[in-house]
């Protein structure tokens, strides 16, 4: 553990500050970095969040899951699918993805696309 660093429950914190709990990058040079919130005998919060980042030129991987998703687009401009529609978004939107909606951002700009990933599972969901 780093210097001026505490636990809370599970999950390192400095100075305030949640570090990153799981971070990868994907071969197309996208990083994601996906924080893990305090819990206390159980997660404090409902959801997980995540940092993504992809270079321009790059896209992410063509996405299904169970859980619901929200992206907050922080910086840059992108093309995404949601389901087979195409959309073009930019720093400032906020998109909301149900659940086994599939989805896909794609990168064409020689810029980074920046955003948020907040996803949860829908009440009553049990996994088979």
Same mark, same amino acid.
């Given at each position: ?31 994601? /970095? ?9 997660? /404090? ?12 030129? /790059? ?70």
């Amino acid at each position: 553990m780093r210097k001026n660093s505490t636990v809370k429950g599970n999950t390192r914190m400095r100075r305030g500050h949640l570090e990153v709990f799981s971070g990868h990058t994907k071969p197309s040079g996208t990083k994601i /970095a996906i924080f893990e919130l305090p819990t206390v005998e159980v997660p /404090a919060m409902p959801f997980k969040f995540a940092r993504v980042s992809v270079p321009g030129g /790059a896209n992410t991987d063509p996405d299904t899951h169970e859980v619901r998703e929200i992206w907050l687009i922080a910086q840059g401009e992108a093309r995404v699918t949601i389901a087979g529609n195409e959309i073009t978004v930019r720093a400032g939107d906020v998109l909301y993805f149900d659940s086994n909606q599939t989805h896909q951002l794609f990168n064409d700009s020689g810029e980074s696309v920046e955003f948020f990933a907040v996803w949860w599972r829908p009440r009553g969901y049990t996994p088979d």
